[in-house]
């Protein structure tokens, strides 16, 4: 069975103990880095307000930022440029590969909308 963990980073830096760590030594954990630890030792640090729950890397959205105009008219011309390129795709390796394109098109707008 999978050992739980939970993500958490220390406001002002930590060290996360060898044993904790599964490492030789105790980790030094910089302020707001996240790290991965066992879902009991990452509660009880929150608790004791030594720690706070991270988000992973890159999946914070910035607060309150509304969407760039721009970039919106740009990702929506894309968009329609890839489902054009479906459309008018002869082959099944042309037609695949413009599918994914589409896809991944329509996904970063999403994005930039949300």
């Not at 002002?12 to 954990?29: M, P």
């Not at 440029?81 to 002869?90: F, H, N, R, T």
């Amino acid at each position: 069975m999978a050992r739980k963990t939970l993500l958490i980073a220390f406001p002002l830096g930590g060290i996360i103990a060898a044993e904790i760590a599964n490492k030789k030594e105790d980790v030094q954990v910089d302020p707001h880095e996240p790290v991965r630890v066992p879902v009991e030792y990452g509660e009880s640090l929150i608790a004791d307000k030594f720690a706070y729950e991270a988000q992973p890397k890159g999946k914070q959205a910035p607060a309150n930022e509304t969407p760039d105009p721009e970039k919106l008219k740009k990702l929506e011309a894309a968009v329609a440029a890839a489902q054009k390129a479906v459309d008018g795709a002869k082959s099944e390796p042309s037609k695949a590969k413009a599918q994914k394109y589409l896809a991944s098109t329509e996904k970063a707008l999403a994005a930039a909308k949300a």
